[in-house]
């Protein structure tokens, strides 16, 4: 009999179905500002739309991402502002019944002696029971379809900074070059900033502003930003991209460009 055994989904920022028709409902991320020393609790909101029982796994990871695409999910603890040992969760595996909800508690035990301020984060897992389905041919496909919940706890203020890594332009579209910019967070605070670039000719005046979607990056971790330049002329530009955290700061850099 040939197997087949496939899908396995991460929703960070959005809900989907999994085994069973088994959703988390609301946030997946739960940020909470803390003391050291102090301690805090939350909920996770499970919902069974389907009809029959889901059976669900729950545990800890650690969580860290590149301008590169790399996505990580390390042994709990092993970052070093992880907060996953500060975690407790009440269960670990549950049922849930057909059109029914089912609430999964957990608390946060912020030690002592934490070092430094900031940003602190991991994930809980929400993973389903494999299944597995087949049809007359004897193709068999197993099912894991998983969610993870972003803990993030901040601890007094700490600082943000970021650095930018790499400029280049993507001109692969002729009609719509693009800047590609990678940002590292050199902070101790995650940073969520909406980025603008505007473009500066002699002959050309400002052209812009160009704006990218809007990301979150954690400390020591770097987000890739797609600035799309549209109805850009040929010629020689100096770019101005400007990070706005709000609150947080602003960042800028200059660069020189040369579309041809």
């Known amino acids: 009999m040939r197997r087949l055994f496939i899908i396995i989904m991460i929703a960070l920022f959005?809900?989907?179905?999994?085994?069973?028709?088994?959703?988390?409902?609301?946030?997946?991320t739960h940020e909470q500002a803390a003391e050291k020393g102090s301690e805090y609790s939350g909920t996770i909101t499970l919902q069974n739309g389907g009809a029959i029982q889901g059976s669900i796994h729950i545990y800890k990871t650690d969580?860290?991402?590149y301008a590169d695409g790399r996505i990580l999910y390390p042994e709990p603890g092993s970052v070093v502002r992880s907060n996953s040992e500060w975690i407790q969760i009440r269960s670990s595996n549950v049922t849930i019944e057909p059109e029914q909800t089912r609430d999964i508690y957990y608390r946060v035990q912020v030690p002592e002696d934490v070092t430094g301020e900031g940003t602190f984060w991991s994930m809980i897992?929400?993973?389903s029971e494999p299944s597995e389905s087949g049809n007359p041919d004897g193709l068999m496909v197993r099912q894991v379809m998983r969610y993870a919940v972003q803990i993030v706890t901040q601890i007094g203020k700490g600082g943000?900074?970021?650095?930018?890594?790499?400029?280049t332009m993507d001109i692969s579209d002729e009609s719509?070059?693009?800047l590609v910019l990678d940002v590292v967070n050199t902070g101790s605070r995650w940073i969520h900033p909406d980025l603008s670039v505007e473009l500066f000719s002699a002959g050309k005046g400002i052209l812009g502003p160009f704006k990218a979607d809007r990301k979150?990056?954690?400390?020591d971790t770097s987000i890739r930003?797609?600035?799309p330049l549209t109805d850009i002329p040929e010629g020689e530009y100096q770019a101005m991209a400007v990070f706005d955290s709000g609150?947080?700061?602003?960042?800028?850099?200059?660069?020189?460009?040369?579309?041809?």
Not at 14 to 28: A, D, K, W
Not at 160 to 167: L, P, R
Not at 247 to 260: K, M, T, V
């Open 14 to 28: 959005s809900v989907f179905p999994i085994y069973s028709q088994v959703v988390v409902t609301g946030s997946l």
């Open 63 to 65: 969580y860290q991402f």
């Open 125 to 127: 897992m929400i993973e």
């Open 160 to 167: 943000s900074d970021i650095s930018v890594t790499q400029a």
């Open 176 to 178: 719509l070059p693009v």
């Open 216 to 219: 979150r990056i954690y400390p």
């Open 225 to 227: 930003f797609l600035v």
């Open 247 to 260: 609150e947080d700061g602003i960042f800028a850099a200059q660069y020189g460009l040369e579309l041809r």
